[in-house]
């Protein structure tokens, strides 16, 4: 089986690649909707109220910090796992 399997780097290489692509367009997404809220709140020409701004602000800070930073984390923990079945993959069709 040697080498049969290296012959799919590439393919493998383009998969991680595909992925972090899509992870960051998905958090490249949230986190302009999150900023442009935080505009809206934030801005006296647009929507904003004393309390109604406080509390928008929380919930934003509250996504930020509890689904982002996770999410974006997972994101990374899924590519560091495909980079190392392919490793792995690729060592043992060395052997």
Known sequence: MA???????K???????????MHQEQI???T????????LVTREDCFSAN?????????LDTISGNIVKPMQ???????TAMANMITNVIETDKA
């Open 73 to 79: 984390q997972a994101f990374q923990n899924s590519e």
């Open 3 to 9: 080498e049969k399997i290296n012959l799919r780097e």
């Open 28 to 30: 490249n997404a949230i």
């Open 11 to 21: 393919e493998y290489q383009a998969v991680i690649a595909e992925m972090q692509k």
């Open 32 to 39: 302009t909707v999150i900023n442009q809220m935080r505009t």
């Open 51 to 59: 309390l109604t701004s406080k509390k928008m602000m929380e919930m």
